[in-house]
Nanobody
Framework: QVHLVESGGGLVQAGSSLRLSCVAS????????MGWFRHAPGKKRAFVAA????????YYADSVEGRFTISGNNALNTMYLQMDSLKPEDTAKYFC??????????????????WGQGVQVTVSS
């Protein structure tokens, strides 16, 4: 399995921004679909965003469309999630995920082969 490490979370006020980072081990970014999921206490884990091999395509949940931007730096083997106009509803633990499969199938099932430990994002009103 690919080793993933997230960073960049924190406590912010509504309307502000955060950028999450996910560093993958080895040369995995160009070969794997990578994505972000979030899990709030008492709620089901939800898809947030994903990016295809070589950052050719991106995918977003309706709840974050227009506010969040997923990107990657293949040379650094790092994926980013720029979160703007944050809302209290965005409060959750965010997880980085990676898998060699097709992006559409992966975001539908949520069954990624590798997961990071997660990073907390808390948005106050």
């Amino acid at each position: 399995q690919v080793h993933l490490v997230e960073s960049g979370g924190g406590l912010v006020q509504a309307g502000s921004s955060l950028r999450l980072s996910c560093v993958a081990s080895g040369r995995t970014f160009s070969s794997y679909t990578m994505g972000w999921f979030r899990h709030a206490p008492g709620k089901k884990r939800a898809f947030v965003a994903a990016i295809s091999r070589d950052v050719s395509s991106t995918y977003y949940a309706d709840s974050v469309e227009g506010r969040f931007t997923i990107s990657g730096n293949n040379a650094l083997n790092t994926m980013y999630l720029q979160m703007d106009s944050l809302k209290p509803e965005d409060t959750a633990k965010y997880f980085c995920a990676a898998d060699p499969g097709d992006p559409v199938q992966l975001i539908t099932t949520g069954v990624f082969g590798s997961w990071g430990q997660g990073v907390q994002v808390t948005v106050s009103s």
